[in-house]
C-alpha cells in the first residue's frame, strides 16, 4: 500500500508495524481490520503480514497474524453436524464461552478467511490469536495445540 493508504489507518494502523513489507500489505485487508479494530475498540498487535518464508498469501501481502487486546483464550469445541441426507460428521466451532468480543471480530471480518490459533505463543505466555486473509475459497480453520490444522470448521 501506499503511504497515502496508510495514513486513512492512522492511529489504529501504521506501516511500522510487524506487517513485513507494508508496501506489499492488501489494502482490502487491512481495511476490513481498520474498521474491526474501531469497532471494538481494542488494540490490535500485528504478528506476521508479508512473509517470504510463509504461505503464498503471506508471501503477497493477502494474510496476516494478529492478537487482539484482552483476548488470551480462543476455545474451540467439537459438535456432530447431521447434513440433509442423516449422515452425520464431526465438526469443530467455537465455543459459546468466549469473550463475546470474539464473535464481534467475527462479524466484522466476515468477508476474510479466518484462521484461530488458540494455542499461540507470545513472550512466553499461550494466548488465542488469529489470521485473516483476503484469499479464496473462504475456508475457516483452527490449528490446535500439536500444529495440526483442522478446516471443517464453523464459527
Not at 452425520?88 to 484462521?115: E, M, Q, W
Not at 490449528?143 to 478446516?151: F, I, Q
Request: hydrophobic share 40%.
Amino acid at each position: 500500500m501506499l503511504d497515502k493508504q496508510w495514513q486513512e489507518f492512522y492511529p489504529e494502523f501504521s506501516p511500522i508495524e510487524n506487517w513485513g513489507d507494508a508496501e506489499k500489505m492488501d489494502y482490502r485487508l487491512v481495511w476490513m481490520l481498520h474498521r474491526a479494530r474501531k469497532s471494538l475498540g481494542r488494540k490490535f498487535f500485528i504478528n506476521r503480514g508479508v512473509d517470504s518464508e510463509g504461505s503464498n498469501v503471506h508471501k503477497s501481502g493477502l494474510a496476516v497474524d494478529f492478537r487482539v487486546e484482552g483476548i488470551k483464550d480462543i476455545m474451540i469445541e467439537k459438535s456432530c453436524l447431521i447434513n440433509a441426507y442423516g449422515t452425520t460428521g464431526k465438526v469443530y466451532r467455537l465455543s459459546k464461552a468466549n469473550d463475546p468480543a470474539i464473535f464481534d471480530l467475527v462479524n466484522f471480518l466476515g468477508s476474510c478467511r479466518l484462521g484461530f490459533y488458540p494455542f499461540w505463543e507470545y513472550n512466553g505466555n499461550i494466548w488465542g490469536g488469529f489470521h485473516a486473509d483476503v484469499d479464496f475459497p473462504l475456508l475457516n480453520w483452527w490449528r490446535d495445540e500439536s500444529g495440526k490444522y483442522h478446516y471443517n470448521f464453523r464459527v
